[in-house]
């Protein structure tokens, strides 16, 4: 079985104006997706949108540069400035959150 290495991702708006900023903090383990799934998991993967090229199974297998991954979110946390009225701590934090939660 292959290794799921754990990698971390941060969301950001590097537009943003100093103090509002907003970011995701997300944790994952992930996993390249087989040669065999391809065909059913690239339409998801590369939706057209604003644009994008869709890649297509054939550049994502066998000797091709490029492989596709999916990556499987265990930890979330989310920036909470500290001027929060409900949230802040006095100092930017970043607090734990529950991303399927409404």
């Known amino acids: 079985m292959a290794e799921r290495p754990e990698v971390r991702i941060v969301i950001f708006d590097s537009t943003a104006v100093v103090g509002a900023g907003e970011a995701v903090y997300l944790s994952a383990t992930a ?25 297509e199974p054939d550049e994502l297998r066998g000797e091709a540069p490029l492989r596709l991954y999916v990556a499987a979110v265990t930890a979330c946390e989310v920036h909470v400035p500290g001027r929060d009225p409900v949230h802040g701590l006095g100092v930017d934090s970043r607090q734990p959150a529950d991303p399927t939660s409404t």
């Open 31 to 55: 996993r390249a997706i087989r040669d065999d799934e391809l065909e059913a998991v690239c339409p998801e993967a590369f939706r057209t949108t604003a644009g994008a090229r869709r890649f």
